[in-house]
């Protein structure tokens, strides 16, 4: 009785902290975004939540991806440029946009 209430308790808290979805989880390990980012935990860089906030387009961070700007972060170091291919950085904006929750990301198509 007493295990199956520590069971309980576990579970509560492994959702606690917000992980990555299965279909973004093999890009941020491939690209090692997951090394520097969290969902919704500042790592060494600022939780995906937190960037959804800023509201960029997502083709504002495909180009953010390729050359960051770190004036846009105060207080923390700056982010290498990675290179990831447009297809793949498309579908990591998206989903960060899609993080700001309520917030209509406009799709450009192009
Ligand atoms: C070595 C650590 C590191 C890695 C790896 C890394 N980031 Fe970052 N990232 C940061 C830091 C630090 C910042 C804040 C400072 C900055 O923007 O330069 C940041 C900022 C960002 C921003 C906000 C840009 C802005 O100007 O507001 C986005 C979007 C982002 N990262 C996405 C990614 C993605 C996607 C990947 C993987 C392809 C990735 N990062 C990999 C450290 C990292």
Request: hydrophobic fraction near 40%; aromatic fraction near 8%.
């Amino acid at each position: 009785m007493f295990s199956a209430l520590l069971l309980t308790g576990l579970a509560i808290n492994a959702q606690a902290q917000q992980d990555f979805p299965e279909d973004i989880k093999p890009l941020v390990n491939k690209y090692a975004c997951s090394a520097c980012h969290k969902v919704d935990a500042r790592l060494v860089g600022p939780a995906y939540k937190d960037v959804a906030k800023k509201k960029y387009s997502n083709e504002k961070i495909v180009e953010l991806i390729g050359a960051p700007k770190p004036s846009n972060w105060p207080g923390y170091p700056p982010m290498a440029a990675l290179k990831v291919p447009k297809e793949d950085a498309m579908k990591l904006a998206t989903w960060i946009n899609s993080l700001a929750g309520g917030g209509k990301a406009k799709s450009k198509k192009g």
